[in-house]
């Protein structure tokens, strides 16, 4: 069974630093390109990043490019999630999830950039 | 940016009725492969989006055949036919064409 669990949320202060991850199981971690995307409360879907196969290909959205980092571990089944210069527009439900079907999400972990 | 634009719906539809979502995308959806990159989402409330169909009107694994895609190009449409409580929810359109991958704001469905 395919599974995708995040952790590493939390409250965060504006401008400081937070990184999640997200353990994947089920399949073969390696053979997949990994996303990121995320849910500000009460709206919509937002795709945050996508990795290659091996990281060496990253693509981001323009709200995040300079700020977050996107990499995974393949060893560890691990993707991860740098997320740096926090603002209150972060705050946000983050899924980890599968693409380009994007046919498997993890539950969600919740990041609030707050004083 | 491919910018994706979603319908409402007259809501609250009965259940048994049927709905259809539609879905506009601001460039083709048609990659040189000649696929066309248009996913559809139902997110329920407190869960996870769920993939309903890809490539325009592949239906996921397990998903009812009571959901159906189609369009091509640039317009798309998600039907449901035979509306029941549990197809409550968020629909969302999302072209994976070419990066940044964007989303449609989402249509909500309620059911009477």
């Known amino acids: 069974e395919v599974q995708l669990v995040e952790s590493g949320g939390g409250l965060v202060q504006p401008g400081r630093s937070m990184k999640l991850s997200c353990a994947a199981s089920?399949?073969?971690?390696?053979?997949?390109?990994m996303a990121w995307v995320r849910q500000a409360p009460k709206k919509g879907l937002e795709w945050v990043a996508s990795i290659s196969y091996e990281g060496s290909s990253t693509y981001y959205g323009d709200s995040v490019k300079g700020r977050f980092t996107i990499s995974r571990d393949n060893a560890k089944s691990t993707l991860y999630l740098q997320m740096n210069s926090l603002r209150s527009e972060d705050t946000a439900t983050y899924y980890c999830a599968r693409p380009g079907l994007f046919d498997y999400w993890g539950q969600g972990v919740m990041v609030t950039v707050s004083s | 940016d491919i910018v994706m634009t979603q319908g409402a719906l007259p809501n609250p539809v009965p259940s048994g009725e049927s709905a259809s979502i539609t879905c506009r995308s601001s460039?083709?959806?048609?990659?040189?492969?000649?696929?066309?990159?248009l996913n559809w989402f139902l997110q329920r409330p407190g869960q996870s989006p769920q993939l309903l169909t890809y490539?325009?009107?592949t239906r996921a694994s397990g998903v009812s055949e009571r959901f159906s895609g189609s369009g091509s190009g640039t317009y798309f449409t998600l039907k449901i036919s035979r509306v029941r409580a549990e197809d409550a929810g968020v629909y969302y359109c999302q072209q994976v064409r070419e990066y940044p991958l964007t989303f449609g704001s989402g249509t909500k469905l309620e059911i009477k």
């Open positions: 490539w325009t009107s």
């Open positions: 089920g399949f073969t971690f390696s053979d997949y390109y």
């Open positions: 460039k083709s959806l048609v990659y040189k492969d000649g696929k066309t990159y």
